[in-house]
Nanobody, 116 residues
Framework: QVQLVQSGGGLVQAGGSLTLSCAAS????????IGWYRQAPGKQREWVAS???????NYADSVVGRFAISRDNAKNAVYLQMNNLKPEDTAVYYC??????????WGRGTQVTVSS
């Protein structure tokens, strides 16, 4: 069973930057789309960004111009570079991977806290 292992996150001041990483526990060529969601306290989980297997990237309006997603297919990894962070970016960030047969794998989440 492939698992997604997350790293990165932490505490940063507003305007700062962080990078999140997420990698599959073993190499597989079965990952289709891959990306990130986040969940702030008391709010529903929201989609942040995604990268397709063909290299197309998409972003939520709230992060356009500040966040950048990239994937390394050889490593089955996805990264989220977050710049100009705002207090409203504070959330637990989850990576996900779309697998065959409509299966979605999730990382365990990593906390990002942005202080004002």
């Amino acid at each position: 069973q492939v698992q997604l292992v997350q790293s990165g996150g932490g505490l940063v001041q507003a305007g700062g930057s962080l990078t999140l990483s997420c990698a599959a526990s073993r190499i597989t060529n079965r990952i289709n789309g891959i990306g990130w969601y986040r969940q702030a306290p008391g709010k529903q989980r929201e989609w942040v960004a995604s990268a397709s297997s063909s290299g197309n990237s998409n972003y939520a309006d709230s992060v356009v111009g500040r966040f950048a997603i990239s994937r390394d297919n050889a490593k089955n990894a996805v990264y989220l570079q977050m710049n100009n962070l705002k207090p409203e970016d504070t959330a637990v960030y989850y990576c996900y991977a779309e697998m065959p047969l409509n299966t979605v794998l999730w990382g365990r989440g990593t906390q990002v806290t942005v202080s004002s």
